[in-house]
């Protein structure tokens, strides 16, 4: 029994290590990609560092997901709380692969494609990560977990450079086409948002 015990605290030590470095590791490239110390972020093509990011990306999501299951109830926040957290989980999940999914499989990943100013992107000119986010904070919830709520800080930290890292890029690519749209919406969420939410359901 003490033996099951010290594997299972090893196994959960070992899968916060991996994902607190990995998150770390990836965001510090964006963020040098951002203040354009590297040229990392997004990577255009299918190069090195095009699989490095996904394959990494790939290790923080089953390394979080062991973490919470080692180390759920940590936190010891209440059911009702918990269960709000996995709506949000779900919700935002729900809403970042729609969005992702009007982009485009290239435009996601980081590769060369069409801009998109339509649809999700009519409203936010980030829609996946503004989802991202409440799926992280819904996911920190629902798995009650001090060493999830630990990892989750710097990936907030992710899903807010990414768009500081991508935008140079964009304008280079899409030229006055995505000046326009810079000007015209918001970077996450902003007044002509909740403006045209508003529009959108007075429509229907």
């Known amino acids: 029994m003490i033996g099951d015990g010290f594997a ?9 290590a991996v994902a607190l470095v990995l998150v770390v590791a990836n965001l510090s490239a964006i963020v040098a990609s951002a203040v354009g110390v590297a040229d990392l972020w997004p990577p255009g093509e299918r190069g090195w560092y ?3 990011h996904w394959g ?6 089953v390394a979080l997901f062991a ?23 779900i919700g935002g999940m729900a809403a970042a692969l729609a969005a992702g999914y009007d982009l485009g499989v290239s435009e996601t990943s980081g590769l060369e494609g ?21 799926a992280t904070v819904g996911f920190a919830v629902v798995a009650n977990s001090v060493l999830v709520a630990a990892v989750c800080l710097p990936l907030f930290g992710w899903w807010l450079a990414l768009p500081l890292a991508e935008e140079p890029w964009l304008r280079e690519q899409y030229g006055r086409a995505y000046e326009r749209y810079a000007e015209q919406t ?3 969420v ?3 948002t909740f403006r045209e939410l508003a529009g959108s359901r007075s429509s229907v």
Do not use: C, E, H
């Open 190 to 192: 902003g007044r002509k």
């Open 67 to 89: 973490l919470a299951i080692g180390d759920w109830g940590s936190l010891g926040l209440p059911i009702p709380v918990v269960a709000a957290g996995g709506i949000l989980f």
């Open 114 to 134: 069409d801009l998109r100013t339509g649809g999700w992107y009519r409203y936010s000119r980030n829609p996946q990560y503004v989802a991202y986010v409440v």
């Open 8 to 16: 299972s605290v090893s196994l959960t030590t070992a899968a916060f």
């Open 50 to 52: 095009f699989y490095a």
């Open 56 to 61: 990494l990306s790939q290790v923080v999501n």
């Open 186 to 188: 918001p970077r996450f």
